[in-house]
């Protein structure tokens, strides 16, 4: 009624004040970057007359002038509502920046620090013969070490997590699936030296097998699990019930149907959440300490003896407190760093590759 | 090929909540028999009780007599797998695979259902099945490019389409047409009517003159409350229906004047 109302008054009028509830004044686009810029300038221009050493202050002292002159510059000219949203923008923004900061100076400090001592080399040598005081060596057991463990760590863990979320999404009913669910939440929670404890007093004290990289990996996969089992189970729930009924209503049992419709439509989201399980696993150092022992040398077999891993090198060159070995330190941190980042990118060109292909052709 | 369905006494429940009382029918092959009805009044559940959809529903019940010519869908020992490649089934939003071309989303029931299909016989079936739902000279250029990629009409028949390759005895439709524009629904409209010469089917819809146009006969269902379990008021042959039902319920709502 009112709408109706409204248009005949537009045109009985035909003047532009009929509109004018419509008409507000807007900040040139411009104006955020302005006032980032100006609040910058203030910031440094307080801090160096207010003889502030730190740069943080600086920033912080930047972040909430902007916030502040973003919000009262708006409110000027735009009014009320105009200026709230502003102001959230602003915060977002400035919060953003905050997360930054620390993402940005660790990578800046390893690559920085890790660059030095990082080539053919030192991913191609062990520790073998060198001291710790020395110069030279290298990282390639730790590399052999963890690229075993968190594999084997990996096969074990990626099928129960897979299964156990096929089972609690697709056949999951009643109490049991209730209980998983609990036991899987309480896994998440486990902390690793704790994991590390238990592979630890079951597989090498009770049933008195040596230290090796496959204990280490059974204590990885009861980590690894847990984050399968949840990621998969988000993906599958992801999965419309539209597609399994019609796979059902064409006469497909239904096993088929959850390996070739409801797997393949989620694989992209399931390969990103592995992958993502991996990289959480292989920066583990606690269970590794326990149960792969630490070693300079290279062992190829997870199966027996001592092995190292990227993270317990880390640990080991850092502790001992030399030049050298700092550098060391960082270099494998480096090749830490990059070992996840690589396979975060597999995983997103798996899941990219794989995703459903909804769009016209 | 096309069988009669008998329906003695059925009930359908979800978990403690009966869904539809009572329900006895005969669907006739080889015609199109439509259901019509105020939402919630359990047209869509007593479809899915024709090929055992209705216990995919977590709680789903059933009880009662459903005659496939001489079997009975839900004796002892019938297993609903079996059920399902008889009793094909076409769903109110289209569904394509997402994953799959349009081939193989018309190949999915043959492929998936586990017998090893010769390449030929199995462009054979796609052809024929695409054709069958008037949808061949439209995609035959484009097989391989996702099912997921065609405008909605297209999809809704590349489903017909999958439905139709698995050479069903009776295909179910439930509201084919309510997602789709007045020429896809044209075009559907159509193709049942050719489909009717070879399988009997029954359409659920909300669209009284889609009732009055594609069917042979109409069965009207009704609830008598908010919470009360669906019931069948009458079937009769459309044009009696349409024009003069026995039931003053049935008029009422045809005519609008319902409730």
Known sequence: MS??????????????????????PRLPRWAPAALALGAAVVAIAIGLGAGLGSRVQWGLLAGVLYVAATF???????GRRQAKDRLATSLVWVCFLIAVVPLVSLMWETIARGIKVLDGNFLSHSMAGVLTIQPGG??????????EQVGIATVIAAPIGLLTAIYLVEYGRGRLAKAVTFFVDVMTGIPSIVAGLFVLSFWILMMDNGY??????MAL??????????????????????????SLALGVPKWRTILKVVLPTAIGGIATGVMLAVARIAGESAPIVLLVFGSQLINNNPFEGAQSSLPYYIYEQWAAGNEASYDRAWAAALVLIAFVMILNLVARGIARWKAPRGGRS | MAKRIDVSGLNAYYGAHKAIDDISMTVEPRSVTAFIGPSGCGKSTFLRTLNRMHEVTPGGRVEGKVMLDDENLYGPGVDPVSVRRTVGMVFQRPNPFPTMSIFDNVAAGVRLNGGRVRKDELDGIVEKSLKGANLWNEVKDRLNKPGAGLSGGQQQRLCIARAIAVEPQVLLMDEPCSALDPISTLAIEDLIGELKERFTI???????????????????FNLAGVGQPGKLVEIDDTERIFSNPSVQATEDYISGRFG
């Open chain 2, 202 to 220: 029954v359409i659920v819809t909300h669209n009284m003159q889609q009732a009055a146009r594609v069917s042979d006969r109409t069965a009207f």
């Open chain 1, 138 to 147: 290298g990282v390639y057991h730790a590399i052999i070490g963890t690229l």
């Open chain 1, 3 to 24: 709408g109706v109302t409204m248009n005949e008054q537009l045109v009985a009028d035909g003047a532009p004040q009929a509109v004018s509830g419509l008409y507000q």
């Open chain 1, 212 to 217: 090796s990289g496959f204990a280490g990996s």
């Open chain 1, 72 to 78: 009262v510059v708006a409110a000027r000219v735009e």
């Open chain 1, 221 to 246: 996969a009861i980590l690894m699990m847990p984050v399968v089992v949840r990621s998969t189970e988000e993906m599958l729930k992801l999965v419309p019930n539209e597609l399994r009924e019609a």
